[in-house]
């Protein structure tokens, strides 16, 4: 059974920092794309980090690029998002999501890219 397992989040006041990992079990993800997905209530999914098969590339939006950093671990299966400066509109509930095999079957800010995902790990920021 694949699983992704989330781990990390917490309250934290703005400016602060948060690292946030990703264990996956069940399969190799080591050569598949991976992202971070964030949700805040009443707001649809969005990407916030991803990287490609190779862990060579990362991309990341506007809202997050000079502030958040996602890495594969040195452990095969996992993945890590260091998140700095963090402000309140960063509040959202975090997830970790990996693509099937090498290749994305579309957009890697898509969610519907991606084939398997964790339960999500709450972040909060105060102000």
């Known amino acids: 059974q694949v699983q992704l397992v989330e781990s990390g989040g917490g309250l934290v006041q703005a400016g602060g920092s948060l690292r946030l990992s990703c264990a996956a079990s069940g399969s190799t993800f080591s050569r598949s794309p991976m992202a971070w997905f964030r949700q805040a209530p009443g707001q649809e999914r969005e990407v916030v980090a991803a990287i490609s098969a190779s862990g060579s590339a990362t991309f990341y939006p506007d809202s997050v690029k000079d502030r958040f950093t996602m890495s594969r671990g040195s452990a095969k299966n996992t993945v890590s998002l260091q998140m700095n400066s963090l402000k309140p509109e960063d509040t959202a509930a975090y997830y970790c999501?990996?693509?099937?095999?090498?290749?994305?079957?579309?957009?890697?800010?898509?969610?519907?890219?991606?084939?398997?995902w964790g339960q999500g790990t709450q972040v909060t920021v105060s102000s």
């Open positions: 999501a990996a693509a099937l095999g090498p290749y994305l079957r579309s957009s890697r800010y898509a969610p519907g890219s991606y084939d398997y």
